[in-house]
T-cell receptor
Framework: GAGVSQSPSNKVTEKGKDVELRCDPI?????LYWYRQSLGQGLEFLIY????????KSGLPSDRFSAERTGGSVSTLTIQRTQQEDSAVYLC????????????FGPGTRLTVL | SQQGEEDPQALSIQEGENATMNCSYK?????LQWYRQNSGRGLVHLIL???NEREKHSGRLRVTLDTSKKSSSLLITASRAADTASYFCATGRNYQLIWGAGTKLIIKP
């Protein structure tokens, strides 16, 4: 079946602009995760959605970052007033949730802030 | 913050040789997972080992877990050019995965 999809694949923006990144999880997966990966680094957890529960936003680096998940499916990560340090690959993953969850990743969105 | 630390940071071996990568972590875990990332296929789950397991196999992959030492190893046997990628360990606690910085593996033909 279809995997996790993300759009756009690449986004170049100017400092100070807002950007929206989209994630379509695998159908039926209740858990959705956003991560950020800087060049040559591991993944940095940003936010976690599980079903209808309140999201875990503990990884969001600043109040310029927000995310929502509509109808328990598609999610949008919004970065307001982008800064150059926001440049990274933003990865979305989905899974069944729970302590032994395997996460299935999308191809990522490469964000470049000029 | 990163919990897992992979060792070595980079590894270059001849095709056909075995590759061993290690991962250390700091806190208690539910499970430890290994993922592979390359430009062609993105980030792909390889294997999950639960905290009450000590060894697990999947094809040419063998993973060990020593919770007393808070460490894990990933062995890839009979390496192939297609194994060239970055390998990450991620420790699972509740629903979160905390990631190391990865080992970059290069398989020379």
């Amino acid at each position: 079946g279809a995997g996790v999809s993300q759009s756009p694949s690449n986004k170049v923006t100017e400092k100070g602009k807002d950007v929206e990144l989209r994630c379509d999880p695998i159908s039926g997966h209740t858990a959705l995760y956003w991560y950020r990966q800087s060049l040559g680094q591991g993944l940095e957890f940003l936010i976690y959605f599980q079903g209808n529960s309140a999201p875990d936003k503990s990884g969001l680096p600043s109040d310029r970052f927000s995310a929502e998940r509509t109808g328990g499916s598609v999610s949008t990560l919004t970065i307001q007033r982008t800064q150059q340090e926001d440049s990274a690959v933003y990865l979305c993953a989905s899974g069944d949730g729970g302590p032994q969850d395997t996460q299935y990743f999308g191809p990522g969105t490469r964000l470049t802030v000029l | 913050s990163q919990q897992g630390e992979e060792d070595p940071q980079a590894l270059s071996i001849q095709e056909g040789e075995n590759a061993t990568m290690n991962c250390s972590y700091k806190t208690s875990i539910n499970n430890l997972q290994w993922y592979r990332q390359n430009s062609g296929r993105g980030l792909v789950h390889l294997i999950l080992i639960r905290s009450n397991e000590r060894e697990k196999h999947s094809g040419r992959l063998r993973v060990t877990l020593d919770t007393s030492k808070k460490s894990s190893s990933l062995l890839i046997t009979a390496s192939r050019a297609a194994d060239t990628a970055s390998y990450f360990c991620a420790t699972g606690r509740n629903y979160q995965l905390i990631w190391g910085a990865g080992t970059k593996l290069i398989i020379k033909p």
